[in-house]
C-alpha cells in the first residue's frame, strides 16, 4: 500500500499527490537498504574481529547463533557464539582470549563452550538452544565442527518433532498472551509480540522439522520491515529495548523513510499481521502432523465448498472465474462451520475470482450476512480474505481503513479490525432487533468514514449510503443505513453527556433517529461497538444509561410524552433520612446523599479524590421536600435533597472505607475539612514528570442541549482531582451545577455539566460565560 509504505497520508488523513507517493517510496526504500547495509557491514567486521582473535587454532569453532547468527545483529543486539572444540585441555585459556577482548570493547556477550556432543545434548533439552543451534552459523576455526553440531541437532529436532513443536508452541503461547498482539499495540515489542519477529524463528524451527514449508518471501518481507524498525529504533535510543514507545516513533519513522508515527505504525501493523497469518498457519499443520492419524474428513458445505482435514477448501469443479459469489459463499460457509480457509483456496479465489456485478446480487448480500452472523469465527475467515487482498476486491473503500491505527489507549484495534471485531459482538444481538441485516452491515461500516477528514460519523454515512447501494439494499434499506452510521455515536454520547431527565434530550434523539427499527439498531451496534472497542469503553454503568435512553425515545416514537424524572427509590430516600449527608458503596459504584446545596458536586468530588478514588463516571440528580430531621419543635425538616452516584476505583490499594467516606463528607458540609489544602499538599509532594503529549483541552458552552441550563462540555486529559477542580473553579464563577454526567475514557476525561446562574436561568451574561470557559481551562491544562 502506497499510504503505508509511501506515507501518504499527512496527520489530517489527507491523500499525497502521486509524486509525492513516489519520492516518499523512494526515500524508504533507501533508508531501509542503509540499515539492511550497516548490520551485514557490521557483522562482517565482527566475523573478521573474531576470527583474528580465535587465530590459526586447530579443532576449535566459533559458532554465532542468534540474530548474529542470521546475520541481522542490530545496533542493540547481543552477540551469542559458541565455541566449538574436541576436548582440548586449554580450552578456559583460549576462550578467555576471545571473551575478554569483547567484554572491554563494552558489546555485551552470550558465550558457551562445548563440545559437539555436549551441544548436542542442550540442545536436546534446552528449547532457546535447540533454537538458537538450528540456524547456527560457522564464523571462524574448523568448519568441520560447526557442521558436525547442526547436522546432529538437527537431526534430532526432526527426530523428537512431535515432542519439540508442541513445547515451542505453548512457549509462543505464552509469550503472546505477556506482550500482546503486535499489530494492534500502541507501543509494542517488536521481538516478543504476537506477530513479531520471534514468530518468524518459530515458523523457521518448524520449516526445519520438515513439518511445514519455510517463511514464504511475504513473510520475509514483513520481517525485515519489522527488523528495520527495531534497527532504527536501537540506533535512535541507544538501548536494546525492543517496545516501540510513543515518544520514539516519530523518530524511528523518519530514520526508515517513513514520513510520521501514523505511517509507522500502519507499516508495522501490516506486516505483523502477515506473520500472525502465517503463523497460524503453521501451527494449524503442527497440529495435523502431532495430531493421531484418523480418516480423511471430507463433506459438503455449500455449494462448491466442501470441509477437507479441517479446512475448507473449494470442490471439485468449481470455478471461481464463472461464479463470482464463491468467494462470499466459501467464506460464509467457512465461519458458520467454525473452520479456517486453507491457504491454498484463498489464494486462488484471489487469483481467479470474478468480479462481483453491482449492485450485488441477493445471494452475494446473503453470504456477507451470514459470514458476518458466525460472529468471532468470522474474524479469522475475514483475515484470510484481506490477507490475500479479497476485501479490497470485494469493497473498495476498505482500502481507506486497512491497518489504520488509532493512537488512542481507548482503542484495542486498528480502524479495519475494530470494525470486523464489531460486526462479531453484533452477532450476538441478531435476535434483539428487526432487521439483523442492517445490524451486522451497519456494525461492519460504522467506522468506515475514519479513513477520511472531518468527522467520521458524517463521512462515513456518505460511503454507507454509496456501500448500501453497492451492496444492492433497497432505497428504504440504504437511507436506515445512513442513518445508523450518522449517529452510531448518539445513544452512547448523549446517554453519558446529557440529562437523561431532561425533555430536550429524549426529544433530540427522537427526532435525529426517526424510525423505530434505525434506534433498535443503534441499540445494539452501541453494546457491540463499546465491547470491540476496549475494556475502557463499556460497562454496566453507560449499559444502563444506554438502555434507558433507548428505552425513553422508543416510547416517543410511539406516541407517548417526554418521561418525567423519576421518583427517588426507597434506598435513596432511606439514605437522606440520615441527615447531613450519607454514603453507601456497592462494589465501584458510591452513591452520596446530601442536602442539596451550591458546591456539593465538587465538594462530594473532592471527599474521593482525597480517599485516592479515581472518578470514572458520575451523575447527580435532585429533588425537592425530603425530611432531613426534626427542627426545633419537632416536625421534620423539609430541604431539597441531591443524589451524587459516582463510577469510581481506588488509585491503587483496595476499595475505599464508607464509613470514613461519610465522615469526611459530612465535615466537609460542615465546613471542617479543608479539602484544597490537603489536596494542594498532596500535589506537592509529587514529583513531576514528563509524559506522553496531549492534546489541549477544550471547554464548550452548548445551548441548545437543554431548556432549563446550559450545557458545559469539558475534554481533557484525566488526572486526579480533576473534577473535584473544575467544580471549584464554577463554584468560583459564581454559577450553580445542577447536574452532571462524568465520562473517562482511558486517559480521557470527557465531563459534561448543566450549569445556571444565581437565579437559575440558563447563562445569557456573554462575559459570564467567557469568564466561566477561561476559569474552568485554566485548572484542566
Request: charged fraction near 30%; aromatic fraction near 4%; charge should be negative.
Given at each position: 500500500m502506497a499510504d503505508v509504505i509511501g506515507g501518504a497520508h499527512g496527520p489530517a488523513g489527507e491523500v499525497a499527490p502521486p509524486g509525492r507517493e513516489v519520492s516518499r517510496a523512494s526515500a524508504t526504500a533507501e533508508a531501509r537498504a542503509a540499515l539492511g547495509a550497516a548490520r551485514a557491514a557490521r557483522t562482517g567486521e565482527l566475523d573478521r574481529e573474531l576470527a583474528?582473535?580465535?587465530?590459526?587454532?586447530?579443532?576449535?569453532?566459533?559458532?554465532?547463533?542468534?540474530?548474529?547468527?542470521?546475520?541481522?545483529?542490530?545496533?542493540?543486539?547481543?552477540?551469542?557464539?559458541?565455541?566449538?572444540?574436541?576436548?582440548?585441555?586449554?580450552i578456559s585459556a583460549l576462550a578467555d582470549r576471545v571473551w575478554y577482548?569483547?567484554?572491554?570493547?563494552?558489546?555485551?556477550?552470550?558465550?558457551?563452550?562445548?563440545?559437539?556432543?555436549?551441544?548436542?545434548?542442550?540442545?536436546?533439552?534446552?528449547?532457546?538452544?535447540?533454537?538458537?543451534?538450528?540456524?547456527?552459523?560457522?564464523?571462524?576455526?574448523?568448519?568441520?565442527?560447526?557442521?558436525?553440531?547442526?547436522?546432529?541437532?538437527?537431526?534430532?529436532?526432526?527426530?523428537?518433532?512431535?515432542?519439540?513443536?508442541?513445547?515451542?508452541?505453548?512457549?509462543?503461547?505464552?509469550?503472546?498472551?505477556?506482550?500482546?498482539?503486535?499489530?494492534?499495540?500502541?507501543?509494542?515489542?517488536?521481538?516478543?509480540?504476537?506477530?513479531?519477529?520471534?514468530?518468524v524463528h518459530a515458523m523457521q524451527a518448524i520449516a526445519a522439522a520438515w513439518v511445514a514449508p519455510a517463511p514464504t518471501a511475504r513473510v520475509r518481507e514483513a520481517y525485515d520491515l519489522l527488523l528495520d524498525v527495531r534497527h532504527a529504533l536501537h540506533e535512535h535510543t541507544g538501548r536494546a529495548g525492543d517496545r516501540l514507545v510513543l515518544q520514539e516513533q516519530d523518530a524511528v519513522a523518519g530514520a526508515v523513510g517513513l514520513l510520521d508515527a501514523h505511517a509507522l505504525l500502519r507499516a508495522v501493523a501490516e506486516a505483523a499481521r502477515t506473520v500472525t497469518y502465517a503463523a497460524d498457519h503453521a501451527w494449524r499443520t503442527v497440529s495435523r502432523f502431532c495430531s493421531p492419524p484418523g480418516r480423511p474428513v471430507r463433506r459438503p458445505l455449500a455449494d462448491g465448498v466442501v470441509e477437507q482435514d479441517g479446512e475448507v477448501v473449494l470442490a471439485l469443479g468449481a470455478d471461481p472465474g464463472k461464479d463470482p459469489v464463491l468467494v462470499l459463499r466459501a467464506a460464509a460457509a467457512a465461519a458458520q462451520a467454525g473452520l479456517p480457509l486453507s491457504i491454498a483456496t484463498v489464494e486462488k479465489l484471489a487469483k481467479e475470482a470474478a468480479p462481483l456485478p453491482v449492485p450485488w446480487p441477493p445471494q452475494a448480500r446473503d453470504a456477507l450476512v451470514t459470514l458476518l452472523g458466525a460472529g468471532p469465527a468470522a474474524i479469522g475467515v475475514w483475515e484470510a480474505l484481506d490477507q490475500a487482498g479479497l476485501i479490497v476486491h470485494l469493497l473498495p473503500d476498505w482500502e481507506r481503513v486497512r491497518n489504520r491505527p488509532q493512537r488512542n489507549p481507548v482503542h484495542t484495534f486498528t480502524v479495519d479490525r475494530h470494525l470486523v471485531e464489531t460486526a462479531a459482538r453484533a452477532a450476538a444481538h441478531t435476535r434483539d432487533v428487526?432487521?439483523?441485516?442492517?445490524?451486522?452491515?451497519?456494525?461492519?461500516?460504522?467506522?468506515?468514514?475514519?479513513?477520511?477528514?472531518?468527522?467520521?460519523?458524517?463521512?462515513?454515512?456518505?460511503?454507507?449510503?454509496?456501500?448500501?447501494?453497492?451492496?444492492?439494499?433497497?432505497?428504504?434499506?440504504?437511507?436506515?443505513?445512513?442513518?445508523?452510521?450518522?449517529?452510531?455515536?448518539?445513544?452512547?454520547?448523549?446517554?453519558?453527556?446529557?440529562?437523561?431527565?431532561?425533555?430536550?434530550?429524549?426529544?433530540?434523539?427522537?427526532?435525529?433517529?426517526?424510525?423505530?427499527?434505525?434506534?433498535?439498531?443503534?441499540?445494539?451496534?452501541?453494546?457491540?461497538?463499546?465491547?470491540?472497542?476496549?475494556?475502557?469503553?463499556?460497562?454496566?454503568?453507560?449499559?444502563?444509561?444506554?438502555?434507558?435512553?433507548?428505552?425513553?425515545?422508543?416510547?416517543?416514537?410511539?406516541?407517548?410524552?417526554?418521561?418525567?424524572?423519576?421518583?427517588?427509590?426507597?434506598?435513596?430516600?432511606?439514605?437522606?433520612r440520615h441527615g447531613g449527608g450519607a454514603v453507601r458503596v456497592t462494589g465501584s459504584r458510591i452513591t452520596m446523599v446530601a442536602p442539596d446545596r451550591s458546591g456539593l458536586l465538587w465538594q462530594a468530588a473532592g471527599v474521593l479524590a482525597l480517599h485516592r478514588l479515581a472518578v470514572r463516571g458520575a451523575r447527580t440528580v435532585s429533588w425537592a421536600a425530603v425530611a432531613h430531621g426534626p427542627n426545633g419543635d419537632g416536625r421534620p425538616h423539609q430541604a431539597d435533597t441531591a443524589v451524587l452516584e459516582f463510577i469510581a476505583v481506588p488509585e491503587y490499594g483496595s476499595g475505599p472505607d464508607p464509613a470514613a467516606l461519610e465522615a469526611d463528607l459530612r465535615r466537609v458540609l460542615a465546613g471542617r475539612l479543608d479539602v484544597a489544602a490537603r489536596l494542594e499538599r498532596r500535589a506537592r509532594s509529587y514529583k513531576p514528570r514528563k509524559g506522553v503529549p496531549v492534546p489541549p483541552p477544550r471547554v464548550t458552552l452548548l445551548d441548545d442541549a437543554s431548556s432549563t441550563a446550559t450545557v458545559m462540555e469539558v475534554r481533557a486529559h484525566d488526572r486526579p482531582g480533576l473534577l473535584w477542580r473544575i467544580g471549584h473553579a464554577l463554584g468560583s464563577c459564581g454559577v450553580q451545577v445542577r447536574g452532571a454526567r462524568v465520562e473517562t475514557l482511558g486517559a480521557e476525561a470527557v465531563d459534561v455539566f448543566y450549569i445556571v446562574d444565581e437565579d437559575g436561568h440558563p447563562l445569557a451574561d456573554l462575559a459570564l460565560r467567557e469568564t466561566i470557559r477561561r476559569s474552568v481551562l485554566d485548572v484542566v491544562r
Open positions: 583474528r582473535l580465535l587465530g590459526a587454532e586447530a579443532d576449535v569453532a566459533l559458532v554465532a547463533v542468534g540474530s548474529h547468527g542470521r546475520e541481522e545483529l542490530t545496533p542493540g543486539g547481543d552477540l551469542d557464539l559458541v565455541l566449538l572444540h574436541r576436548g582440548r585441555p586449554d577482548p569483547i567484554w572491554d570493547s563494552g558489546q555485551r556477550l552470550d558465550h558457551s563452550v562445548r563440545t559437539p556432543e555436549e551441544g548436542r545434548a542442550v540442545a536436546r533439552e534446552d528449547m532457546k538452544a535447540a533454537l538458537g543451534l538450528i540456524s547456527a552459523r560457522h564464523v571462524a576455526g574448523d568448519p568441520a565442527l560447526t557442521r558436525e553440531l547442526r547436522e546432529t541437532v538437527l537431526t534430532d529436532w526432526r527426530a523428537d518433532a512431535r515432542r519439540r513443536l508442541p513445547e515451542l508452541r505453548e512457549m509462543s503461547r505464552s509469550r503472546w498472551s505477556r506482550y500482546g498482539e503486535l499489530a494492534f499495540l500502541l507501543e509494542p515489542d517488536l521481538k516478543e509480540s504476537r506477530g513479531g519477529l520471534r514468530d428487526a432487521r439483523p441485516d442492517l445490524l451486522l452491515v451497519g456494525a461492519l461500516l460504522h467506522d468506515i468514514g475514519k479513513g477520511w477528514p472531518g468527522d467520521h460519523s458524517r463521512t462515513g454515512a456518505v460511503m454507507a449510503r454509496d456501500l448500501g447501494q453497492r451492496l444492492g439494499f433497497d432505497a428504504a434499506d440504504v437511507r436506515a443505513l445512513e442513518a445508523i452510521v450518522r449517529h452510531h455515536l448518539l445513544l452512547p454520547e448523549t446517554a453519558t453527556r446529557r440529562d437523561l431527565d431532561d425533555p430536550v434530550t429524549i426529544e433530540t434523539v427522537a427526532e435525529a433517529v426517526g424510525d423505530p427499527v434505525v434506534l433498535e439498531t443503534l441499540a445494539a451496534l452501541a453494546i457491540a461497538d463499546g465491547q470491540a472497542t476496549g475494556p475502557a469503553a463499556w460497562g454496566a454503568w453507560k449499559a444502563r444509561l444506554v438502555a434507558e435512553l433507548a428505552r425513553r425515545v422508543a416510547a416517543v416514537l410511539a406516541g407517548a410524552p417526554p418521561p418525567v424524572a423519576p421518583d427517588p427509590t426507597p434506598e435513596q430516600l432511606a439514605l437522606a
